[in-house]
């Protein structure tokens, strides 16, 4: 990287927040095409091109070494392109299964509907144990050879992955019991 990137940056750290502008005009760009690549949409490269930048300025202390400004700029784009593509993933699951409840009204959903929802915007890691342990009816040692993994990280990501339902669904449950109060 070049002697001015580390200079705009260490300018930022130094308290001139303006010149975070040169950096972001030097890879704007770039980034925008890096982006549009990975998420296949201009809109969604944009918004998520500022999102990297307004962190990439947030989190510019975290920066070991300011020469290497564009290659840490781009595993931020690449983080938040995957939170991008999850999101996406997920609004169009919600959008199917709200599909088929409008094509269908006399039919009824799973009664597990918000297990099954609160499972589906579970982590991968999590949602995948998750998945062998109930769905799959593995038993742990059996997700911790399957998935290459010690038992012990296996039960903790279970543990982990149980109160992160827990809370999903009781969220859930006050988001439904302050519609019904409305």
Same mark, same amino acid.
């Given at each position: 990287?070049?002697?001015?990137?580390?200079?705009?940056?260490?300018?930022?750290?130094?308290?001139?927040?303006?010149?975070?502008?040169?950096?972001?005009?030097?890879?704007?760009?770039?980034?925008?095409?890096?982006?549009?690549? $990975?998420?296949?949409? %201009?809109?969604?490269? =944009? !918004? *998520?091109?500022?999102?990297? @930048?307004?962190?990439? &300025?947030?989190?510019?202390?975290?920066?070991?070494?300011?020469?290497?400004?564009?290659?840490?700029?781009?595993?931020?784009?690449?983080?938040?392109?995957?939170?991008?593509?999850?999101?996406?993933?997920?609004?169009?699951? $919600?959008?199917?299964? %709200?599909?088929?409840? =409008? !094509? *269908?009204?006399?039919?009824? @959903?799973?009664?597990? &509907?918000?297990?099954?929802?609160?499972?589906?915007?579970?982590?991968?890691?999590?949602?995948?144990?998750?998945?062998?342990?109930?769905?799959?009816?593995?038993?742990?040692?059996?997700?911790?050879?399957?998935?290459?993994?010690?038992?012990?990280?296996?039960?903790?990501?279970?543990?982990?992955?149980?109160?992160? @339902?827990?809370?999903?669904?009781?969220?859930?449950?006050?988001?439904?019991?302050?519609?019904?109060?409305?």
């Amino acid at each position: 990287m070049s002697e001015t990137d580390k200079y705009y940056v260490e300018r930022c750290l130094d308290g001139h927040p303006d010149d975070f502008r040169f950096v972001v005009r030097r890879y704007q760009a770039v980034l925008l095409a890096h982006l549009a690549g $990975k998420l296949g949409d %201009r809109d969604r490269a =944009e !918004e *998520a091109a500022q999102e990297t @930048l307004v962190r990439a &300025y947030f989190n510019m202390a975290k920066l070991k070494k300011p020469d290497s400004f564009f290659s840490w700029l781009l595993g931020i784009a690449d983080r938040v392109a995957k939170e991008h593509q999850r999101k996406e993933q997920l609004r169009r699951q $919600k959008e199917i299964v %709200r599909s088929f409840s =409008e !094509e *269908a009204p006399g039919t009824e @959903l799973s009664q597990d &509907y918000a297990l099954e929802t609160a499972i589906a915007e579970l982590p991968e890691a999590y949602r995948q144990v998750i998945l062998l342990r109930y769905y799959g009816q593995h038993p742990c040692n059996k997700i911790a050879e399957r998935l290459s993994m010690p038992l012990g990280t296996v039960t903790k990501t279970l543990s982990r992955a149980y109160a992160m @339902l827990r809370q999903s669904l009781n969220q859930q449950a006050q988001t439904e019991l302050h519609e019904v109060e409305k």
